[in-house]
C-alpha cells in the first residue's frame, strides 16, 4: 500500500549503538545510470544487523506503482500486469533475518540488539515468516524474485528458494567469485525474460 495509507515504521535505535541504525544510504529510484550506481554500491560498507525482510519490503517498494508518486516521473515504476515491464526483485542475503521489531524498536525476542531492545517480542511475526508471506505476496502480483545466499546455512537457503519464484531463480554462494557468478546468471536469465516477452 502507499505510505500515505500505510507508514513505512521509524527506527528508534539510540545513537551510540551504530549496528542498530539504519543504513545512512539514500534509497535510490529506478535509474539506468549503471555507472552511478556502481559508484554507489562501492562506496557501501557492510556493518549492521540484519533486518532482510526490511530489505525485501523495500525491493518491492521500488517496482510497486503505489509507491510511485515519492519518486521523479522516470522513475515511477510502471502499473502491474504491464506486458512491456518486468518487475523483478533480487535479495542478497547472509540470511539472518535476526532482527525484529516492536513499536519500531528492535524486539525483545530478536537475536541482536542486546540493550538497544525494547521489552516486547516483534509485532509482525518472526522475519522468517515475514518474508515468506512477502515473497508469497509479491510473486501474486507477477513481481519475479531472485534470491541470491550468501555464506548462509541450509535452513535459510530453504526459506531463500521458497521465496524465490522457483527453485532456478535462488542462489548460493560462499565466496566472491560464486557471487559474481550469481548475478551474471541473473543477468543472463532476466535478458532472456525479456527477449522471451
Same mark, same amino acid.
Given at each position: 500500500?502507499?505510505?500515505?495509507?500505510?507508514?513505512?515504521?521509524?527506527?528508534?535505535?539510540?545513537?551510540?549503538?551504530?549496528? !542498530?541504525?539504519?543504513?545512512?544510504?539514500?534509497?535510490?529510484?529506478?535509474?539506468?545510470?549503471?555507472?552511478?550506481?556502481?559508484?554507489?554500491?562501492? !562506496? &557501501?560498507?557492510?556493518?549492521?544487523?540484519?533486518?532482510?525482510?526490511?530489505?525485501?519490503?523495500?525491493?518491492?517498494?521500488?517496482?510497486?506503482?503505489? +509507491?510511485?508518486?515519492?519518486?521523479?516521473?522516470?522513475?515511477?515504476?510502471?502499473?502491474?500486469?504491464?506486458?512491456?515491464?518486468?518487475?523483478?526483485? *533480487?535479495? &542478497?542475503?547472509?540470511?539472518? +533475518?535476526?532482527?525484529?521489531?516492536?513499536?519500531?524498536?528492535?524486539?525483545?525476542?530478536?537475536?541482536?540488539?542486546?540493550?538497544?531492545?525494547?521489552?516486547?517480542?516483534?509485532?509482525?511475526?518472526?522475519?522468517?515468516?515475514?518474508?515468506?508471506?512477502?515473497?508469497?505476496?509479491?510473486?501474486?502480483?507477477?513481481?519475479?524474485?531472485?534470491? *541470491?545466499? +550468501?555464506? *548462509?546455512?541450509?535452513?535459510?537457503?530453504?526459506?531463500?528458494?521458497?521465496?524465490?519464484?522457483?527453485?532456478?531463480?535462488?542462489?548460493?554462494?560462499?565466496?566472491?567469485?560464486?557471487?559474481?557468478?550469481? +548475478?551474471?546468471?541473473?543477468?543472463?536469465?532476466?535478458?532472456?525474460?525479456?527477449?522471451?516477452?
Amino acid at each position: 500500500m502507499a505510505p500515505s495509507v500505510s507508514y513505512v515504521g521509524r527506527n528508534y535505535a539510540r545513537h551510540n549503538n551504530a549496528n !542498530a541504525m539504519c543504513p545512512s544510504s539514500p534509497i535510490e529510484p529506478l535509474t539506468i545510470d549503471a555507472d552511478m550506481l556502481q559508484t554507489r554500491i562501492s !562506496a &557501501m560498507t557492510a556493518s549492521g544487523y540484519t533486518a532482510g525482510h526490511i530489505g525485501l519490503e523495500w525491493g518491492w517498494y521500488m517496482v510497486a506503482p503505489d +509507491f510511485g508518486y515519492l519518486f521523479p516521473a522516470d522513475s515511477r515504476p510502471g502499473p502491474y500486469g504491464d506486458r512491456e515491464t518486468l518487475k523483478i526483485v *533480487v535479495l &542478497m542475503t547472509d540470511g539472518e +533475518f535476526n532482527t525484529g521489531f516492536c513499536q519500531d524498536v528492535t524486539s525483545s525476542n530478536s537475536g541482536m540488539g542486546g540493550s538497544e531492545r525494547i521489552n516486547c517480542g516483534w509485532t509482525n511475526g518472526h522475519p522468517n515468516d515475514q518474508t515468506a508471506a512477502l515473497c508469497t505476496a509479491m510473486k501474486a502480483r507477477g513481481v519475479v524474485v531472485y534470491t *541470491v545466499g +550468501f555464506q *548462509v546455512g541450509s535452513s535459510q537457503m530453504t526459506m531463500l528458494r521458497n521465496c524465490a519464484t522457483s527453485s532456478n531463480h535462488a542462489y548460493q554462494s560462499s565466496n566472491g567469485a560464486q557471487l559474481r557468478a550469481a +548475478f551474471q546468471a541473473i543477468a543472463a536469465s532476466i535478458t532472456q525474460l525479456r527477449l522471451t516477452r
